[in-house]
């Protein structure tokens, strides 16, 4: 059964995913305000869905909150896929070009 | 008023000027009247742009062709085929150019006091920069715009690779494999483009588009749509190339960022909305530029949070910032070009403050870093009160010019009934001031853990960043002096 305990533990866990040695230092700051930031980005981005249509808006809240917990701390992954790495880049780039071409085909 | 002339004197100027003086500087290599060609071609160029009219150039001289009467015409007040390769300098035109020349200007004064060897080729570099930008965003025809993105994309290594260092050679390697991509793909889309329309002019492409109609061409559209999308994300650094931009922002030179992120603004301006004008029509292409706008705004803005140097800092909010330039041209609303273009000058002008702050501490031993404190603020108060006002400026606090194009920009998102997107847009605000005083207090303000060196900032560097503090407050009070030149144009028709 869940409880508040256990809930508690696993925030607490949560955030300690971010202190990795001194956790009180300059840099961490930004990790954390990032984190923070970021969560509330993607939930607004999510919930801006709603201009195709609510159902669909309300499943990709749901998968953006799902997504948010299972890759936390989101800010350190974000921060591995933003490397300027050339094939990640083309990763990425050849990623969006795919689903431009999608959207705009298929939706149109 | 549209001077309504096909062979306007000053835009050919605009161009050649900076191109004969990169051939010249460079010729002459290391020399000390480099500095005074620079700066007196840099001027002139500023001075042209101000005072010309507005009008067309038609390349060649080719005439108009006018279907309904069969004849030809060198009027551009008459609806006809423009044939011909053509250039506009308008209201929008003259704005971002002036602005771009400004830049220069200082660009050059700043390169010429700091470089002391091999000055030549890099005045050069940037020369050829400014006149990329000035094509693209006068230009109205789609070869023009695919050849000046190319050259563009190359000058773009060019700078980074004089500042000489290896992160900087890495980071122009990375970006020049990219410009094949892009500029192939925007080629592709010229080729599809002119195989259904039979014209590479965007107005003959829209005219004809409206006239016989796209039906059953509707797919191939949306291709050349996703190749113009690819250049539009490479030439402004939007995700996902913004590693690859924001490292070219922060390998250069400050002053040469400067230069840089103008000529990105400007492409996406030109870009997006020619964009807008020949695919704006259709389904899902707004929906397409909004998102990627949004996440460049979220990712850069975010990346910037957790970088440890000042001009690492700068350089993603750049990016960040470029999502709402082109977020205000993807609503495709008057409100939302208006803002867009606006926030384009603007963006030019406050980030050039903090890239000129930035250039003044190399005079400090390069005191970037976010990782020790040095104090800057007791050796240097003004300095430091510069770069504090060029963050309010950044994170659109009133009085200063930020403020003015983000709001126009919220209340476009409210009245295209986006309020998620002005949500956003001031958190994006709200964000960037978190990232920047994150730095200034540990450069700045906290009492220094490392001593730095005792420095003279030159009279230029000083001269520069307070005439720009000066035009963020001016445009932010009175914002009328950037508005009288975009709202004309946008509620006109941007292009004939």
């Keep these: ?72 701390p989101t800010i350190i992954n974000i921060e591995k896929e933003n490397s300027n790495e050339l094939n990640r880049v083309l990763y990425w780039f050849l990623i969006y070009f795919a689903i431009i ?8 | 008023m549209m001077e309504l002339v096909s062979n306007l004197w000053s835009i050919p100027l605009i161009v050649i000027i900076p191109l004969i003086t990169a051939v010249i500087v460079n010729a002459i290599y290391d020399k000390e009247v480099i500095k005074y060609i620079s700066i007196a071609s840099a001027l002139i160029t500023l001075g042209i742009s101000i005072i010309s009219p507005y009008g067309y150039h038609w390349f060649t001289g080719h005439p108009a062709f006018d279907p309904n009467t069969f004849t030809f015409t060198f009027d551009p007040g008459i609806p006809a085929f ?86 900087s050679h890495k980071a122009a ?48 559209l949306y291709i050349s749509f996703g190749f113009f999308i690819l250049a539009w994300m490479y030439a402004g650094g939007l995700a996902p190339i913004h590693p690859l931009k924001s490292e070219v922002y922060g390998a250069s030179y400050p002053h040469a960022t400067a230069v840089l992120q103008a000529q990105s603004k400007l492409m996406l301006v ?20 909004i998102f990627l706008s949004v996440i460049t705004m979220i990712l850069g803005v975010v990346l910037a949070l957790i970088q440890i140097d000042f001009r690492w800092i700068i350089a993603y909010l750049i990016i960040s910032h470029s999502g709402l330039v082109t977020l205000g ?68 606090m009133p009085p200063f010019n930020g403020f003015q194009s983000e709001i126009i920009l919220i209340q476009a998102s409210l009245n295209s009934g986006l309020p998620e997107i002005a949500v956003i847009i001031l958190m994006v605000s709200i964000t960037t001031l978190i990232a920047l005083l994150r730095a200034i207090y540990r450069i700045f303000l906290k009492p220094p853990e490392v001593e730095v060196l005792e420095a003279k900032i030159p009279k230029a560097i000083n001269f520069g960043i307070w005439l720009f503090i000066i035009l963020t407050i001016i445009i932010g009070v009175y914002p009328d002096i950037a508005l009288r030149f975009i709202i004309p144009a946008v509620e006109g028709g941007f292009l004939p």
């Design chain 1, 1 to 72: 059964m869940t409880s508040i305990a256990t809930m508690y533990d696993k925030l607490k866990k949560y955030l300690d995913n971010f202190i990795i040695g001194r956790g009180y230092t300059n840099i961490m700051t930004g990790y954390i305000t990032g984190e923070l930031q970021f969560l509330i980005f993607i939930i607004i981005l999510a919930s801006l869905f709603r201009i195709f249509s609510f159902p669909l808006a309300i499943i990709i809240l749901v998968l953006t909150g799902a997504a948010a917990i299972y890759f936390a």
């Design chain 1, 101 to 108: 071409i999608a959207i705009t085909i298929w939706g149109g």
């Design chain 2, 82 to 167: 423009r044939l011909s390769l053509e250039f506009v300098y308008g209201p929008i035109q003259q704005i971002m150019i002036v602005i771009s020349s400004l830049i220069l200007v200082f660009c050059v004064i700043l390169a010429t006091v700091g470089l002391t060897k091999r000055q030549g080729p890099y005045m050069a570099t940037i020369f050829l920069l400014f006149a990329s930008a000035a094509i693209i965003i006068m230009v109205n025809d789609l070869y023009h715009l695919w050849i000046a993105v190319e050259i563009g994309s190359l000058i773009v290594v060019g700078v980074v690779v004089a500042s000489g260092t290896s992160i």
């Design chain 2, 173 to 220: 390697l990375k970006y020049a494999f990219f410009s094949a991509i892009s500029g192939a793909g925007l080629a592709v889309a010229l080729a599809l483009l002119l195989g259904i329309t039979g014209f590479a002019n965007v107005s003959d492409i829209i005219r004809i588009m409206n006239t016989v109609g796209i039906s059953g061409m509707e797919k191939i």
């Design chain 2, 270 to 289: 030109a870009i997006g909305i020619i964009m807008l004008r020949i695919f704006g029509t259709l389904p899902f292409i707004k929906e397409v530029m």
């Design chain 2, 329 to 396: 041209i993807a609503l495709g609303t008057k409100d939302g070009i208006i803002g867009g273009v606006f926030q384009a000058v603007n963006d030019i002008i406050y980030m050039s403050v903090l890239l000129f702050c930035c250039e003044a501490l190399y005079y400090f031993g390069g005191a970037t870093s976010t990782k020790n404190s040095f104090g800057i603020a007791r050796k240097s108060p003004w300095l430091c009160a510069a770069v504090l006002l060029g963050a309010f400026a950044a994170a659109g």
